[in-house]
């Protein structure tokens, strides 16, 4: 059995039993100076004997810390699973369930973490991580229930710093490790989606119409196998790709898909449309969505996703994905405020359209869209309009919204009156909201400042803005707010944003598909 393994065997046997074992051999580990939360790190990783066992290599180090905060990923899910809900009325109880999930997605990505020698992957899935903790406790805020978080263990303020400390430990291991398996400056993909996509993928994608041997038929005229979009995704099984053909017809329901390896056809935007109107005003922004992915790889294409409970209704989602190595191609999504959650992991869109007022591309995904059409819509009187609010907390996670070669306009409801109403490119939702927009067409809809604050001076000297060769009335950068974190940028710098560095990332791009320019 190889040092790591007794090491991780040695914390699983005395994690619960001597948490204050670890202060009071009062020893400390070098390499957890180097963290956000040193103090965090040495309460939990300074043992004294795992001090002088540890092989004091970036690597393994980085391995213990990850598997001490799976640990504690474990005991807090347990916690959460067991609590007394007794003083929670139904709203309190929406929000904690949510919770449970959450925690629940969180010991997936601690797991998967762990097992994984590329550390480009482990930084997605601890990215993710932070995502959920943040979610969870917005579940609450939104409600306006934060008291209620005070019941919650108390430990769990430690695993937040458990998870930035990981994610610092982590980004250490990529930097050292990306450069050595580039693929020269081209970036593989094929016919313009990424390679992590198989060959049969591809061919789906670019075809139109019916697939041919879609595994199962969706159809409210009873001519498939199912009549909703819930009970296909139900009978789907198996771990390979499961191909489901939607064909034309409006359905009314709300999917949820946690499952791995969906593939949703349509029969073209507009013509398939799956509609819901939760919101937050009776649940929360997270399951507000009409429909909601978190199995990996989920593909969707010539379909609308809408949520219609209008812009009174505020915060309500037509789709949300956490689904790693997700594409969209074609696809609708329709709504008004948070119309589009682009939640966490790597995410691709191609040729969309996304409707909507506030906030309503919003999440903290590694997110791409690419030659999409954005549409601000016309808002309530009182509000203005903002494209993005994208969620990065943690200065170390890689996530981002991008949007590429792509255009920002009016929507037909909105263009006959658009200068009674501000819109913006975004605002940042969290202290290191990063959002680029570049090569895009932004028309006059855009104000000149281009930005909005969240509120006063919260995040503008730590997010990332930026704008790069926009055209349009709305992309002159001479009147653009005078922010620490907003810049405009060079090729160079706009290169680390395209499909094939920031979303396909070089490290981890399988040597396959056609050689295609991924860059600006």
Same mark, same amino acid.
């Given at each position: 059995?190889?040092?790591?393994?007794?090491?991780?065997?040695?914390?699983?046997?005395?994690?619960?039993?001597?948490?204050?074992?670890?202060?009071?051999?009062?020893?400390?580990?070098?390499?957890?100076?180097?963290?956000?939360?040193?103090?965090?790190?040495?309460?939990?990783?300074?043992?004294?004997?795992?001090?002088?066992?540890?092989?004091?290599?970036?690597?393994?180090?980085?391995?213990?810390?990850?598997?001490?905060?799976?640990?504690?990923?474990?005991?807090?899910?347990?916690?959460?699973?067991?609590?007394?809900?007794?003083?929670?009325?139904?709203?309190?109880?929406?929000?904690?369930?949510?919770?449970?999930?959450?925690?629940?997605?969180?010991?997936?990505?601690?797991?998967?973490?762990?097992?994984?020698?590329?550390?480009? %992957?482990?930084?997605?899935?601890?990215?993710?991580?932070?995502?959920?903790?943040?979610?969870?406790?917005?579940?609450?805020?939104?409600?306006?229930?934060?008291?209620?978080?005070?019941?919650?263990?108390?430990?769990?303020?430690?695993?937040?710093?458990?998870?930035?400390?990981?994610?610092?430990?982590n980004k250490g291991t990529v930097t050292s490790s990306s450069t050595a398996k580039q693929v020269g400056n081209r970036h593989l993909l094929a016919h313009g989606f990424p390679a992590w996509l198989s060959a049969a993928d591809r061919k789906l994608l670019q075809k139109t119409g019916a697939p041919p041997n879609a595994?199962?038929?969706?159809?409210?005229?009873?001519?498939?196998?199912?009549?909703?979009?819930?009970?296909?995704?139900?009978?789907?099984?198996?771990?390979?790709?499961?191909?489901?053909?939607?064909?034309?017809?409006?359905?009314?329901?709300?999917?949820?898909?946690?499952?791995?390896?969906?593939?949703?056809?349509?029969?073209?935007?507009?013509?398939?449309?799956?509609?819901?109107?939760?919101?937050?005003?009776?649940?929360?922004?997270?399951?507000?969505?009409?429909?909601?992915?978190?199995? %990996?790889?989920?593909?969707?294409?010539?379909?609308?996703?809408?949520?219609?409970?209008?812009?009174?209704?505020?915060?309500?989602?037509?789709?949300?994905?956490?689904? %790693?190595?997700?594409?969209?191609?074609?696809?609708?999504?329709?709504?008004?405020? %948070?119309?589009?959650?682009?939640?966490?992991?790597?995410?691709?869109?191609?040729?969309?359209?996304?409707?909507?007022?506030?906030?309503?591309?919003?999440?903290?995904?590694?997110?791409?869209?690419?030659?999409?059409?954005?549409?601000?819509?016309?808002?309530?009187?009182?509000?203005?309009?903002?494209?993005?609010?994208?969620?990065?907390?943690?200065?170390?996670?890689?996530?981002?919204?991008?949007?590429?070669?792509?255009?920002?306009?009016?929507?037909?409801?909105?263009?006959?009156?658009?200068?009674?109403?501000?819109?913006y490119l975004g605002r940042p939702w969290q202290k290191y909201s990063r959002t680029v927009f570049m090569k895009s067409v932004l028309d006059g809809v855009i104000a000149a400042e281009g930005w909005l604050p969240w509120s006063g001076s919260f995040a503008l000297s730590t997010l990332y803005y930026a704008e790069h060769?926009?055209?349009?009335?709305?992309?002159?950068?001479?009147?653009?707010?005078?922010?620490?974190?907003?810049?405009?940028?060079?090729?160079?710098?706009?290169?680390?944003?395209?499909?094939?560095?920031?979303?396909?990332?070089?490290?981890?791009?399988?040597?396959?598909?056609?050689?295609?320019?991924?860059?600006?």
């Amino acid at each position: 059995m190889d040092k790591l393994n007794v090491l991780a065997m040695f914390f699983i046997a005395h994690f619960f039993i001597f948490p204050l074992a670890y202060l009071a051999h009062g020893a400390t580990i070098t390499s957890c100076s180097q963290t956000p939360y040193p103090e965090v790190c040495n309460y939990f990783m300074g043992n004294s004997i795992v001090a002088a066992s540890l092989d004091q290599t970036q690597f393994s180090f980085r391995d213990l810390a990850i598997q001490v905060t799976l640990n504690q990923a474990v005991r807090a899910h347990q916690l959460v699973s067991t609590m007394d809900l007794s003083s929670f009325d139904e709203r309190a109880k929406l929000a904690w369930n949510d919770c449970l999930e959450l925690y629940e997605n969180t010991v997936n990505h601690l797991n998967h973490s762990k097992s994984t020698n590329n550390p480009m %992957d482990a930084q997605t899935w601890l990215s993710a991580a932070i995502a959920n903790q943040q979610t969870c406790q917005n579940g609450f805020i939104d409600f306006n229930l934060a008291s209620h978080l005070q019941t919650f263990p108390s430990m769990l303020g430690n695993f937040s710093k458990l998870l930035s400390n990981s994610l610092a430990i982590n980004k250490g291991t990529v930097t050292s490790s990306s450069t050595a398996k580039q693929v020269g400056n081209r970036h593989l993909l094929a016919h313009g989606f990424p390679a992590w996509l198989s060959a049969a993928d591809r061919k789906l994608l670019q075809k139109t119409g019916a697939p041919p041997n879609a595994d199962i038929v969706v159809a409210q005229d009873g001519s498939g196998k199912f009549k909703t979009i819930s009970e296909a995704v139900a009978a789907a099984g198996g771990g390979k790709r499961t191909v489901i053909y939607v064909k034309a017809g409006v359905y009314r329901e709300n999917v949820n898909i946690k499952k791995s390896n969906i593939m949703l056809i349509g029969d073209g935007m507009d013509a398939t449309v799956v509609t819901g109107s939760k919101n937050a005003q009776t649940t929360t922004t997270f399951s507000s969505a009409t429909v909601g992915v978190a199995g %990996d790889r989920f593909v969707a294409r010539d379909i609308t996703f809408e949520n219609s409970a209008g812009p009174q209704k505020h915060q309500a989602v037509a789709f949300r994905s956490g689904s %790693d190595f997700s594409v969209f191609y074609r696809c609708s999504f329709k709504g008004y405020q %948070d119309t589009l959650y682009v939640y966490s992991q790597r995410q691709f869109y191609r040729d969309c359209d996304i409707y909507g007022t506030v906030d309503f591309i919003f999440g903290d995904a590694v997110a791409v869209l690419q030659n999409c059409n954005i549409y601000i819509r016309r808002p309530m009187g009182n509000q203005w309009n903002t494209v993005t609010a994208q969620g990065r907390k943690d200065p170390n996670e890689n996530t981002g919204i991008i949007v590429h070669n792509s255009r920002v306009t009016a929507s037909s409801d909105l263009r006959g009156v658009q200068g009674s109403f501000k819109s913006y490119l975004g605002r940042p939702w969290q202290k290191y909201s990063r959002t680029v927009f570049m090569k895009s067409v932004l028309d006059g809809v855009i104000a000149a400042e281009g930005w909005l604050p969240w509120s006063g001076s919260f995040a503008l000297s730590t997010l990332y803005y930026a704008e790069h060769m926009n055209t349009g009335a709305g992309a002159d950068t001479s009147r653009r707010v005078k922010w620490g974190g907003y810049r405009v940028i060079g090729a160079t710098e706009a290169g680390k944003f395209t499909v094939g560095n920031f979303l396909a990332g070089d490290a981890w791009i399988p040597g396959t598909g056609v050689p295609f320019d991924a860059g600006l």
